[in-house]
Nanobody, 125 residues
Framework: QVQFVESGGGLVQPGESLRLSCVVS???????????MGWYRQAPGKQRELVAV???????HYADSVKGRFSLSRDNAKRTVYLQMNSLTSEDTAVYYC????????????????WGQGTQVTVSS
């Protein structure tokens, strides 16, 4: 089955950066390179939201809340997607997850597989 292992979270101060990684298993490289991948997050007491997606052509789309600060990339050979997060604020505090998304839009949250354990990002002074 398809599994996601997220890593790279931590405790940082406002204005700092983090780079998250998501390794995908249970899927061939030829399939992985053609799927849309997304990064999602869930803050305490809030619903999970989709913040960034990347398609098979490495085009990206971001939610307004992270546009200009977050950057999503992928390494198809490693079946890995990355989320570079800059200028972090307390509003970015959440557990971050990755998953295959059916649509190339952060307005259409359609994860297709079971969730991984996520990685905690805490932004606090």
């Amino acid at each position: 089955q398809v599994q996601f292992v997220e890593s790279g979270g931590g405790l940082v101060q406002p204005g700092e950066s983090l780079r998250l990684s998501c390794v995908v298993s249970g899927i061939s490289g030829s399939v992985f390179r053609n799927i849309i991948m997304g990064w999602y997050r869930q803050a305490p007491g809030k619903q999970r939201e989709l913040v960034a997606v990347i398609n098979n052509g490495a085009l990206t789309h971001y939610a307004d809340s992270v546009k200009g600060r977050f950057s999503l990339s992928r390494d198809n050979a490693k079946r890995t997607v990355y989320l570079q997060m800059n200028s972090l604020t307390s509003e970015d505090t959440a557990v971050y997850y990755c998953n295959k998304n059916a649509a190339f839009s952060t307005s259409i949250m359609t994860p297709e597989y079971s969730w991984g354990q996520g990685t905690q990002v805490t932004v606090s002074s």
